[in-house]
């Protein structure tokens, strides 16, 4: 079981307030090591610095989406491993069959209910222990 102060997510999303409510169930499960980015490209950036060990993106986003941002990682031998959970307002059959047929292996739709995003995680990253059950906001 992987501890969850040894988990380090970068939160891509260009609505601050929707990573702040990522880094907010986060926390509340004990994942200190949040980084965010506002889009793509600025993860991008965060990617080639630090060590990260799974990444929560919204798909559509301003100069580089999710979707890009996904491949990006994907083709990259030094980040392919990361897994990305891709998050989205918009599902309909045909983003699901798009994000499937780019490999995407983590979905999610807005707005993101706790629960399912532990799933989630736990899905990509292993379990990573109990998570508490009273979640604030900020």
């Not at 380090?8 to 999303?13: F, G, I, K, Q």
């Not at 060590?51 to 986003?61: A, L, R």
């Not at 990573?128 to 900020?138: A, F, N, S, V």
Request: glycine fraction near 6%.
């Amino acid at each position: 079981m992987l501890a969850p102060e040894f988990l380090n997510v970068l939160c891509v999303d260009d609505q601050a307030s929707m990573r702040s409510i990522v880094r907010t169930m986060l926390r509340g499960w004990g994942i200190r090591q949040v980084k965010e980015a506002g889009d793509g490209l600025e993860a991008l950036k965060i990617l080639t610095k630090e060590d990260i060990s799974v990444i929560i993106t919204d798909w559509n986003m301003p100069k580089v989406n999710g979707m890009k941002l996904f491949k990006a990682v994907t083709k990259n031998p030094t980040l392919n491993k990361i897994p990305v959970i891709m998050l989205t307002g918009h599902v309909s059959d045909d983003a699901v069959r798009l994000a499937i047929s780019n490999g995407v292996r983590f979905f999610l739709s807005k707005p993101v209910q706790p629960a399912k995003l532990y799933s989630r995680l736990e899905a990509a990253v292993g379990p990573i222990g109990k998570p508490t059950l009273d979640i604030e906001y900020e």
